[in-house]
């Protein structure tokens, strides 16, 4: 696998890709940002709220809901390590986030607003 490098707001983390998609930890970046997180047992979805956002994410399923429309992931959450991960960039468009990839340095930076 490569190896990317992650900015989130201050956080740095070293991440891998899989099928060239960065999967990044989804409590890393929701406790960063400042989103509340819940993860739903019985259905196996993750919940995040602030303020007047809400993105629902579901294990294995490429389909999320933020703010009550479905959004189309590029690839489904899973858990590795008892860590969720998630597509850097379909995440960073639901949060509204801005997400830039420098192949030279291989990182991926993620500017909060």
């Known amino acids: 696998m490569k190896c990317v490098i992650v900015v989130i707001g201050d956080d740095v983390m070293n991440i891998n890709l899989k099928n060239n998609i960065t999967l990044i930890p989804l409590r890393a970046m929701a406790e960063e940002t400042g989103f509340?997180?819940?993860?739903?047992?019985?259905?196996?979805?993750?919940?995040?709220?602030?303020?007047?956002k809400e993105i629902v994410f579901k294990i294995g399923d490429?389909?999320?809901?933020?703010?009550?429309?479905?959004?189309?992931?590029?690839a489904a959450p899973e858990i590795i390590n008892n860590r969720?991960?998630?597509?850097?960039r379909?995440?960073?468009?639901?949060?509204?986030?801005d997400i830039e990839w420098d192949g030279e340095r291989r990182l991926v930076e993620i500017t909060t607003n």
Do not use: H, Q
Request: glycine share 4%; net charge negative; proline share 2%.
């Open 36 to 52: 509340n997180i819940e993860y739903i047992e019985e259905t196996k979805e993750i919940r995040l709220t602030k303020e007047d």
């Open 84 to 88: 969720t991960l998630v597509p850097a």
């Open 62 to 74: 490429k389909k999320a809901i933020s703010n009550g429309a479905e959004i189309t992931l590029n």
């Open 90 to 97: 379909a995440v960073s468009d639901a949060f509204g986030y």
